[in-house]
C-alpha cells in the first residue's frame, strides 16, 4: 500500500507533506502537470479532490475551484482517467477526496473497483460520517482502498475510537471547526486533539484546515505525522491558472513547505 509505505519510509525522519489539489482545475489535462509539480516541491500525498456543486465544508477558494473544474468537464470519471494519466508517471499516493453524493450515483462497488484500477490509493469522503460508515468501508477495503476518517476538536473519545476503527493509511485530523481556508493562526485546541487521537490509534495522524505557511507547516508537524494543505495550494493554481508559471510556482511553494518540514519531527 503506497499510503502506509510512505508514512513507514519518513517515520521518525519528518512530517509528510500532503497537498489537496482540485482536480480538473484549470482543466483536466494540466492536473497530472500539477501534480508533477507538487511532487518536485517534495509532496509526498496528493488529494484528487473530485469537484461538486455543493461542496459544503470547503471554504470560498475551493469552492471556486470546484466551479472552475465543473465548467472545465471534471465528472467523477474524468478524474479517473486524470488518475490513470497521473500514474503513467509517478508512484506518488494518491488519495481520492469526495464528497459521498458522486460516489454513491457512479456506485460504491463499482467506484471502488475503477479507482484500484486506475491507481487510487484511498478514499475520503467528507459526508461519510463514522455511523453510517459499516457498509462502505469494507467494500473499499475488499478493493484494496485506504480508507481515511476525520476527526476533530469536538470528537468524543468515543466518535474518535469510531474514527480510529473505520479508517486504515492514516487518520486525518481537522485543526479547527469551520470551513476549509487559510488562517492567521493555529488552533490552540490542536494538540490535544493529536494527544486524544494517539491514545486510540496507531495510525499516523495528518493534520488539515488552516494551514496556510511553511512557518504553520512546521508547527502543525512537530506534533502530527502528516500535514495538509489545501486552500494555500488551491490559491496559487487560482493566482496563476492563465499564466504558463503555474506548474513552475506551484512547484515553488511546495518547496517551501517541504524545506520547512526536513528536520522537523513529532
Not at 83 to 96: F, G, K, N, V
Not at 102 to 128: E, Q
Not at 203 to 230: C, K, N, R, W, Y
Amino acid at each position: 500500500m503506497r499510503i502506509s509505505a510512505m508514512f513507514e519510509r519518513l517515520k521518525g525522519k519528518r512530517p509528510a507533506l500532503i497537498a489537496y489539489l482540485t482536480a480538473g482545475d484549470p482543466s483536466p489535462a494540466r492536473t497530472p502537470a500539477l501534480v508533477a509539480a507538487l511532487e518536485r516541491g517534495g509532496v509526498d500525498l496528493i488529494e484528487l479532490g473530485v469537484p461538486f456543486s455543493d461542496p459544503v465544508a470547503d471554504g470560498p477558494v475551493i469552492q471556486a475551484a470546484s466551479e472552475r473544474a465543473l465548467e472545465a468537464g471534471t465528472t467523477l470519471v474524468k478524474v479517473l482517467e486524470i488518475t490513470e494519466e497521473i500514474r503513467r508517471h509517478s508512484q506518488i499516493p494518491l488519495l481520492l477526496f469526495s464528497y459521498l453524493n458522486p460516489v454513491m450515483k457512479y456506485g460504491v462497488s463499482a467506484l471502488a473497483r475503477d479507482a484500484v484500477n486506475a491507481g487510487i490509493d484511498g478514499v475520503l469522503l467528507t459526508d461519510l460520517t463514522v455511523e453510517e460508515a459499516g457498509k462502505t468501508v469494507p467494500v473499499m477495503r475488499k478493493a484494496g482502498l485506504d480508507t481515511v476518517f476525520m476527526a476533530s476538536p469536538t470528537s468524543s473519545p468515543r466518535r474518535m475510537e469510531m474514527v480510529a476503527k473505520h479508517s486504515s493509511g492514516f487518520v486525518y485530523l481537522v485543526s479547527r471547526m469551520g470551513v476549509t481556508g487559510e488562517r492567521q493562526s493555529l488552533s490552540d485546541s490542536l494538540a490535544s486533539l493529536v494527544s486524544g487521537m494517539r491514545k486510540v490509534t496507531t495510525l499516523p495522524l495528518a493534520v488539515g484546515f488552516g494551514i496556510s505557511t511553511p512557518e504553520q507547516a512546521a508547527q502543525v508537524g512537530q506534533l502530527a505525522d502528516g500535514v495538509v494543505l489545501g486552500s494555500a495550494i488551491v490559491r496559487v493554481v487560482e493566482q496563476n491558472q492563465k499564466s504558463k508559471d503555474l506548474e513552475k510556482k506551484l512547484e515553488s511553494f511546495a518547496r517551501s513547505l517541504s524545506s520547512a518540514l526536513h528536520g522537523v519531527s513529532a
